[in-house]
């Protein structure tokens, strides 16, 4: 039998449930995919020169696609992996892979901008790019922050690649404004970026067809167990931030400062959630598709 592979989120919980031995006394035969962690994004080249930067039109929804309910193709690819959960939502009801219905997360995000910008208000956003990822969390989250001030006309939203690539243009002064979550946020917040907006959102995990319902069960289970321990002692866990941080920023940033990131949530993905989203992201015509496409929630989520 294949080992349950477990991509990385950029959160706390996996490297406890790790470190406390939690998954494997839940039976849970793994691997944590180290290399799989954000730690090897590679720096955005457009960053350090003059170059424009081009958007980059591929997202966490379009790697779901190409790994069919993997999070991407590849030995990097797990057997359980977390998105924003309007990405996860539509990838499931798609029938690129199956969503967990019995918990989400949570994460702190926020638009940024640097110290010295003159933007004060989420009103001095009209026209102002913000750098998000393309069919990822902080395009969507974006939308639904920025909506509650702005006409849409006037919400310019520039697609920075990964999560670390718009931290990489955010200091180097190629973007005024971007969109980030968990470690990402409270690096940029250490280097003088102030929030503009929360723009917190829900976070799903997915699982392939051919992944055993009971080991992401297994998995589950080990991750809320691992919230209470972070929970209570959050500064004992920080650390593990490390984990998640691209080598060149690792020496200039103290993750004891870092708030918690990402929470896991254990209630459920009801039905009313799923189809809410799913009239949401429709009526703003995010995807080629409509609403009709794809399988009913009992056939996209895994709530029994």
């Not at 969390?137 to 697609?159: R, W």
């Not at 992944?211 to 297994?218: A, C, L």
Request: aromatic share 12%; with cysteine; net charge negative.
């Amino acid at each position: 039998m294949a080992k349950f592979i477990i991509q990385p989120h950029g959160r706390l919980n996996d490297w406890v449930a790790d470190e406390k031995g939690y998954f494997r006394e839940e039976g849970l035969d793994y691997d944590l995919n180290v290399e799989a962690s954000y730690r090897n994004v590679p720096p955005l080249a457009a960053a350090a020169s003059d170059a424009p930067i081009v958007d980059t039109l591929f997202g966490a929804f379009e790697r779901y696609a190409e790994g069919h309910g993997r999070k991407g193709g590849g030995d990097s690819a797990g057997d359980v992996s977390c998105a924003c959960h309007w990405t996860v939502n539509q990838s499931a009801k798609l029938h690129e892979g199956t969503m967990w219905g019995k918990a989400y997360s949570v994460c702190d995000a926020a638009i940024v901008v640097p110290g010295e910008s003159e933007i004060g208000a989420p009103e001095d956003m009209a026209g102002v790019e913000v750098a998000v990822g393309y069919h990822s969390g902080s395009h969507y989250s974006a939308l639904q922050a920025l909506e509650v001030f702005l006409d849409p006309q006037d919400i310019a939203l520039k697609f920075v690649g990964t999560s670390w690539s718009r931290v990489d243009a955010a200091l180097a002064r190629r973007i005024p404004a971007v969109n980030v979550w968990g470690p990402q946020l409270y690096l940029l917040e250490q280097k003088g970026f102030r929030r503009i907006l929360s723009t917190t959102f829900m976070m799903a995990f997915m699982f392939a067809a051919d992944v055993d319902s009971q080991d992401v069960e297994r998995y589950m289970r080990a991750l809320v167990r691992a919230q209470a321990d972070i929970d209570l002692e959050p500064e004992t866990y920080k650390h593990y931030f490390l984990n998640e941080i691209p080598e060149r920023y690792r020496d200039s940033v103290d993750v004891r400062r870092f708030g918690t990131g990402e929470r896991v949530v254990p209630q459920p993905y009801t039905q009313a959630i799923f189809e809410r989203t799913q009239s949401w992201m429709h009526e703003r015509g995010l995807f080629d598709v409509g609403q009709e496409t794809g399988g009913s929630y009992a056939e996209a989520v895994h709530s029994a």
